[in-house]
């Protein structure tokens, strides 16, 4: 393959590879809060050998919402309520038991994830960057807004 690099690919090229490599950095400094919610955690202790984590960024090809589903009653319906008929039925979802305590569920179709998550290697980090509460976009622009961390990074 013989491709012609001319000067506005190679513009376009770099700058998407210094807008990538600026949001890994910003996501690289949320690390330290994650190491500081294990620290305080007693039930989490030191894994032994190689460790690596491992990001993945869909860009909006993930429907978190349907990947991890509270099972019980209550935050059921709720989650029910929201998604009318996306949502996947109570009974089909594979059970998983966080650390953190709750009843949740998979998706039926990540019976491997399932799998990992229960031997404990594999942690699921949800709902990253959502709001505190709901902001007009008047108290956005006078920054009177209470905004997580890092949103609009």
Do not use: W
């Not at 590879?17 to 202790?45: D, E, F, P, Y």
């Not at 929201?82 to 594979?94: G, K, P, T």
Request: aromatic share 6%; charged share 15%.
């Amino acid at each position: 393959m013989n491709k012609q690099i001319n000067r506005r690919s190679f513009l376009k090229n770099s700058l998407m590879t210094g807008i990538a490599g600026s949001s890994m950095l910003s996501s690289l400094g949320s690390l330290n809060r994650i190491n500081a919610a294990i620290g305080q955690n007693s039930k989490v202790t030191a894994l032994p050998g190689y460790r690596a984590l491992v990001c993945i960024f869909l860009h909006g090809g993930n429907d978190g919402f349907n990947l991890l589903v509270p099972r019980d009653n209550d935050n059921y319906n709720t989650y029910l309520a929201s998604r009318q008929n996306l949502a996947i039925n109570q009974e089909d979802l594979l059970p998983i038991t966080p650390i953190s305590g709750g009843d949740f569920g998979l998706n039926p179709a990540m019976g491997e994830m399932q799998s990992m998550f229960q031997a404990g290697n594999l942690a699921i980090q949800s709902n990253v960057g959502t709001l505190i509460e709901p902001v007009t976009r008047e108290q956005i622009h006078a920054k009177t807004a209470n905004l997580p961390p890092k949103l609009f990074s």
